[in-house]
């Protein structure tokens, strides 16, 4: 079995295939604040979906 080389694929090049996040994207993944934001928010989904299970 030969082996074959394997042609590696630069992350964000056409071949990719993946959509590039924008500039509010890249703001909304590093900001702080909105990940606290989204934290308390999952939290209290899994909660109230615990609360709703144990009734």
């Given at each position: 079995?030969?082996?074959q080389h394997v042609q590696?694929?630069?992350p964000y090049s056409p071949q990719f295939g993946a959509m590039i996040?924008?500039?509010f994207q890249k703001f909304m993944r590093t900001c702080v604040l909105w990940q606290?934001?989204?934290f308390i928010a999952i939290n209290i989904k899994m909660t109230v979906l615990i609360l709703k299970s144990h009734h």
């Open positions: 079995m030969a082996h590696h694929i630069e996040p924008g500039g606290l934001v989204r």
